[in-house]
C-alpha cells in the first residue's frame, strides 16, 4: 500500500490480488470522523428555544444524535431541510433521538433567522438546537468544510447512545436530505443494537430482518 498526502486529501492506492486491478481510495485526512469510532467531540453556541446555550454533543450521552450540517443560513434549500426536521420532533423523541443542526455562521445570524417568518423564507420558532461553528472546527473535524467558501457540505451524521459514529452522509451542495430516510435509518440501528438481526435493503418496522449466518440467513432469502 503507498500512501500520498496532497493537501487535505489521503489517497490510498491498494492493489487487488482478486480484482487484479488497483484501487485508489480518496479521504479527506483533516476529518476525525470514521464509522464505527467515537464521534468527534464539541462544545458551541446555539440558539436553544430562543436563547444562547453553550451545547456540547455529550449533553446527549445515552441519546442517539442526529447531527446536520447545512451550507448557510437565509439561504433556499437549507430551510426546507431544517424545518421539515424540526417539525417531525416528536417523531425523533419518540426513537430517543437528539437532532442538532449546524453551520459555519453565528448563533446571531441563526437567532436572527428564528425570528424571521417562513412565509419569508424564516425558520419561525424551532424545536432543535442550531449550532453555531464560527471558527470552523466541528466542521473540520466531520470532514464536510468546504474550505474555499467556508461553509459546510450537507453532511448528516447518527451517533449512537455511546457515543459512536454509525451513518455518515453527505451531499453536495444543491441537494436537500429526507427525513424520512433519515428515521429509517435510525430505526434500522436501534433495531439491529437490539435484537442482533441486521436489515436488508429498504427495511421499514414489521418487516423481515436476516439472521447474520451462512445458514440462518437462509431463511430470510428462503422467503424473499
Known amino acids: 500500500m503507498h500512501k500520498t498526502a496532497l493537501c487535505k486529501f489521503t489517497f490510498l492506492r491498494i492493489f487487488d490480488p482478486a480484482c487484479c486491478h488497483l484501487v485508489i481510495f480518496v479521504t479527506n485526512v483533516m476529518s476525525k470522523a470514521f464509522i464505527g469510532k467515537p464521534a468527534p467531540e464539541f462544545t458551541t453556541t446555539a440558539v436553544v428555544d430562543g436563547e444562547f446555550k453553550s451545547v456540547s454533543l455529550n449533553d446527549y450521552k445515552g441519546k442517539y444524535v442526529v447531527l446536520f450540517f447545512y ?37 446571531f445570524s441563526h437567532l436572527a433567522w428564528t425570528n424571521q417568518p417562513r412565509k419569508d423564507g424564516g425558520l419561525g420558532e424551532m424545536n432543535i438546537p442550531i449550532l453555531a461553528d464560527t471558527n470552523h472546527a466541528i466542521s473540520t473535524d466531520y470532514g464536510v468544510l468546504k474550505e474555499d467558501e467556508g461553509i459546510a457540505y450537507r453532511g448528516l451524521f447518527i451517533i449512537d447512545p455511546q457515543g459512536t459514529l454509525r451513518q455518515i452522509t453527505i451531499n453536495d451542495l444543491p441537494v436537500g436530505r429526507s427525513v424520512d430516510e433519515t428515521l429509517r435509518l435510525l430505526q434500522a440501528f436501534q433495531y439491529t443494537d437490539k435484537h442482533g438481526e441486521v436489515c436488508p435493503a429498504g427495511w421499514k418496522p414489521g418487516q423481515d430482518t436476516i439472521k447474520p449466518g451462512v445458514k440462518a440467513s437462509k431463511e430470510y432469502f428462503n422467503k424473499h
Not at 437549507?78 to 448563533?107: G, M, W
Open 71 to 107: 451550507p448557510l443560513d437565509f439561504t433556499f434549500v437549507c430551510p426546507t431541510e431544517i424545518v421539515a426536521f424540526s417539525d417531525r420532533y416528536e417523531e425523533f423523541k419518540k426513537l430517543n433521538v437528539q437532532v442538532l443542526a449546524c453551520s459555519t455562521d453565528s448563533h
